[in-house]
């Protein structure tokens, strides 16, 4: 029999559009358990509980309840703060101070190895808490889990806009770049691939962090689809890599290339960049001395305008270029919700209320894929919260195609029920 | 009664999210007629009648005709082609050459103008033409109409944009800035505001091409915005002009400024920018001899930069500051209609037809808003061809705040019927 006493949920790192149906997961069921006493949400995860600001709620209406879980963004707040051991040492001495026995951190892996240290210095003082890390991230690279709630609704976002591109490309030809969200792995630039249903179909090429490519290699591939189809829609993973495995932007490998292939005045507009992020204030350099430059729109402009000065003079001149980079509606659009991600992130939440109330100290909670394909059918466990934290987890290499250019069937058969179903194009033949 | 003969219907300028319902409302209704024979779709508008690539639209099945109008896009192909009289006398041959005595050309008012030179052509040799023009823009400036079908989806993208980034800024505070399309006017950019549900709500700040503004005022704007609310959410038209009335990442009265509030690095950083658009070719100039630098990430990249820099000094130099530059999705995203612009695109098309089968000559259809607020109501009527092809629709200065940086509340009631209902926020009280 668990501690009667009080419970706190917190959210942590960057909002998703359903990080929210979590927290009322775990209101609802914590409501259903005369143990549990106050309800409280930490304002901005880990900052809120080190300040001891909460809200209440176990007051807040049901309306209200059924209008967070409808929304994006973070209701509680969030943070970026990744606690030190002094942090927590003070965490529990608050949850101590507060009648604290129940905890839900909702988070990716950094959340987990907060909620970790917590519970050690807890149980090195005897002090019974029960603590759960709810799984949050749209870079679905938490470990053990099958997949993370707000991965399906972004990965939706995503493949609802390079659908849309793809038919608004068709109907006015041209090369359209896309830059997905994405700097450590691929995950989430894979979710495009989902708007092509048939050969032909944009996008046609993708480009990932996992897959270093050059320049030229960028080029021809995307000269031959244009000379195959009249048009191209491509992809690129905001932390894609030059030869060298550095960020194509800082890179010294795709700085020489970009001289030799399209004039040295690349390379200058790259250092004037740096130099004005520098004055703008609290820019980072990397190894190689230059500014980091992301965050901002220049990966776009500047694959889009070397390949079409490469390109350019090939086709009289007359290529039509454009490029987006996907901003942080991939993570917090308003109006598109994976119906299977928004309830699995309700489902998550739900679950750990149960896990802390029949017996479990602690874990993290796990969605296994017990039926994949139109069957999709998932189960929940536990997870140690020491194994989510030790890491992040890789796209798996048989979801690459050879090339490093695109997705395999295995990797559309992951996604595909995460995502949920798509528009199905219509096809006029013409 | 009109001659019996052909159809063909047409799509022009930037696809929309609804533009196909009008081909579907076109097709539906012109299957009733049986005073028309064949109807064709023309391959990419008006190039496609040049060429005489037509597609047969009878022929296309129902589940065919659902999916393309559930879909965003051009299903037919668009052009961007204005036609000379001479393409326009060659369109006229075509229709002779085929039969047709029926052309639906759906597009913004340099269709309606090409639409009315065909006409006046037909008239001068005493075909019978039946030519209706039927409007389509995202930008919303269509004269006599009281809307255009495609601005409400689109409108209704941004405002769920807004939303979604004000909670995720909400929850992870800081300045955020987003550029929203329209080079010429503000339209899209006001429906922005309609995501702030009541004061302190993002967006905050609002900025608009009919509202020049100096660097110095948006710095200011935007600090007394972050001073009150800790954080600021910022629209800004792409059209917005520095206070010469010119685009502000052209503008000499800007690079002045910047110059000297911000260093001279940022000016040599837009003129490097515009070597690398020439190094691109096909780079247009302006009348200062400064390579344009529209429709890439440019101007979000440098205003936020500027504004950074200007501001973070202040603010202990931990400024968070992020820039979005809302792309393609505005007009393409495949998951995000208005009801009512949904269902005004499709009433258009079909009442185009009935005006051709009724005894209409020719003419532009026009949207009546009858009753607004929540018994929004329209009707359908009929102007001339040249009425709508003769300009633009300005935003009505009563639509704008006296600052320049908002809109009122008849701008708001203007624009929620046609954005639809959006979801209501929670309000947890801290």
Redesign the interface.
């Known amino acids: 029999m668990a501690e009667r006493g009080n419970l706190i949920v917190g ?1 942590s790192g ?2 998703t ?1 359903v990080i ?1 149906r979590s927290v009322v997961g775990i209101v609802r069921e914590a409501l259903k358990h005369s143990g549990i006493d106050k309800i409280l ?1 930490a ?2 995860g880990i900052t809120g509980i080190l300040k001891e ?1 909460f ?1 209440d ?1 176990r007051s ?1 209406n049901e309306d ?2 059924d ?2 879980a ?11 703060h990744k606690p030190s051991e002094e942090d927590c040492e003070r965490v529990f001495e608050v949850f101590r101070k507060h009648g604290v026995h129940y905890f839900f951190y909702i988070g990716g892996n950094d959340s987990a190895l907060a909620a970790s240290i917590v519970n050690r210095i807890a149980r090195d003082r005897n002090y019974e808490l029960r603590i759960f890390h709810v799984p949050k991230t749209i870079d679905n690279d938490l470990l053990v889990t099958d997949h993370c709630p707000g991965f399906g609704s972004a990965g ?2 995503v493949a ?2 390079f ?6 490309n ?3 030809p041209g090369i ?1 770049i ?1 830059i997905v969200m994405g700097r450590q792995a691929g995950w989430l630039t894979t979710t495009a691939a989902l ?1 092509s249903e048939r050969e032909g179909d944009g996008p046609h090429l993708l480009y990932f962090p996992e897959h270093p490519k050059s320049l030229a290699q960028i080029i021809a591939d995307i000269e031959a689809v244009y000379r195959k189809y009249g048009r191209a829609l491509v992809a690129i993973s905001e932390g894609i890599l030059g030869p060298d495995e550095q960020e194509i932007v800082q890179s010294n490998a795709i700085r020489e290339e970009a001289e030799k292939l ?2 040295k ?2 390379v ?2 790259l250092d ?2 740096g ?3 520098d ?4 820019s980072k350099k990397d190894a190689f001395g230059h500014v980091q430059l992301s ?4 990966l ?2 500047f694959i889009s ?1 070397v390949v ?2 490469a390109l ?2 090939k086709f009289g ?3 039509r ?9 991939q ?6 919700v994976s119906k299977p991600d928004a309830r699995e992130a309700y489902e998550v939440g739900r679950r750990a209320v149960r896990y802390a109330m029949s017996g479990d100290i602690d874990g993290s909670v796990v969605i296994n894929r017990i039926e994949s394909g139109d069957k999709y059918r998932v189960e929940y466990s536990l997870a140690k919260l020491s194994e989510v934290a030790a890491g992040t987890k890789d796209v798996p290499a048989e979801f690459f195609n050879s090339a490093g250019n695109g997705v395999t069937q295995a990797c559309r058969d992951y996604l595909a029920p995460l995502i949920g179903p ?9």
Chains 1, 2 share one sequence.
Request: with cysteine; aromatic share 6%; hydrophobic share 40%.
């Open positions: 959210q960057g909002p559009a929210n949400g304002c901005n600001k809200v709620l807040v209200q309840l209008q967070m409808e929304l994006s963004g973070a209701a509680l707040g969030s943070c970026r939706r976002y609802l806009t659908l849309g591109n793809d038919l608004d068709q109907a006015l359209k896309d708007a399209v004039g005045v690349f200058e507009w004037k960049f130099e004005v992020m004055a703008g204030g609290g965050g901002t729109g220049i776009a402009d305008l079409k000065a350019n003079p001149g007359k290529l270029m454009r490029a987006d980079t996907l901003g942080y509606a993570r917090s659009f308003a109006g598109c798509l528009p199905k194009r219509a096809r006029l033949s013409k």
